[in-house]
T-cell receptor, first 115, second 111 residues
Framework: GAVVSQHPSWVICKSGTSVKIECRSL??????MFWYRQFPKQSLMLMAT?????????EQGVEKDKFLINHASLTLSTLTVTSAHPEDSSFYIC???????????FGPGTRLTVT | DQQVKQNSPSLSVQEGRISILNCDYT??????FLWYKKYPAEGPTFLIS?????DKNEDGRFTVFLNKSAKHLSLHIVPSQPGDSAVYFC??????????FGTGTSLTVIP
């Protein structure tokens, strides 16, 4: 199946700093990538849809100035959590749909801990 | 508002028996449904899907049933194996534009 990677897998940062998470499609071109976050024992919540070469589409309630998404190439999308706070601590997962079906392939996720 | 619901947070099944995971949705615009398996600290892995034009889709030990009138789908795993122990998410989509996930059901298969 399609391979999606994320880096880093775990990051710990101090409150007020910014953290960048990378999502790469390794063997296909991804014009669209999705960014999710998951709190413990909760569902995956779609944050935004990242489109190559254009602005991301954010879901209601997600601050676009806080969660900066850049999809500069067909294989790379980045999520930057700006001025992170402890409540931003979560599991962030990216995904993409490589083919003609609606089957998403997910990255392994990035655990962000803000102290 | 949770448009996709998995009302059972956990399920335990004996090895070799059938596991049935349930999912309900509220939005009649959903026309594609998927099941994912997830281990802790990993991204979900696609398992099986079904479109709204079907009521059943089978792939090996996994079968998904869709009841559109009841807005209900289920995932059957038979026979269940210890390696199936994980959290299972159902997801629904209106034409692939957005994906809405349930809260997950943690399956434990007892050897």
């Amino acid at each position: 199946g399609a391979v999606v990677s994320q880096h880093p897998s775990w990051v710990i940062c101090k409150s007020g700093t910014s953290v960048k998470i990378e999502c790469r499609s390794l063997d296909f071109q991804a014009t669209t990538m999705f960014w999710y976050r998951q709190f413990p024992k909760q569902s995956l919540m779609l944050m935004a849809t990242s489109n190559e070469g254009s602005k991301a589409t954010y879901e209601q309630g997600v601050e676009k100035d806080k969660f900066l998404i850049n999809h500069a190439s067909l294989t790379l999308s980045t999520l930057t959590v700006t001025s992170a706070h402890p409540e931003d601590s979560s599991f962030y997962i990216c995904s993409t749909i490589p083919g003609q079906t609606y089957e998403q392939y997910f990255g392994p996720g990035t655990r962000l801990t803000v102290t | 508002d949770q448009q996709v619901k998995q009302n059972s947070p956990s399920l335990s099944v004996q090895e070799g028996r059938i596991s049935i995971l349930n999912c309900d949705y509220t939005n009649s615009m959903f026309d594609y449904f998927l099941w994912y398996k997830k281990y802790p600290a990993e991204g979900p892995t696609f398992l099986i899907s079904i479109s709204s034009i079907k009521d059943k889709n089978e792939d090996g030990r996994f079968t998904v049933f869709l009841n559109k009138s009841a807005k209900h789908l289920s995932l059957h795993i038979v026979p269940s194996q210890p390696g199936d122990s994980a959290v299972y998410f159902c997801a629904a989509s209106p034409r692939g534009n957005q994906f809405y996930f349930g809260t997950g059901t943690s399956l434990t298969v007892i050897p």
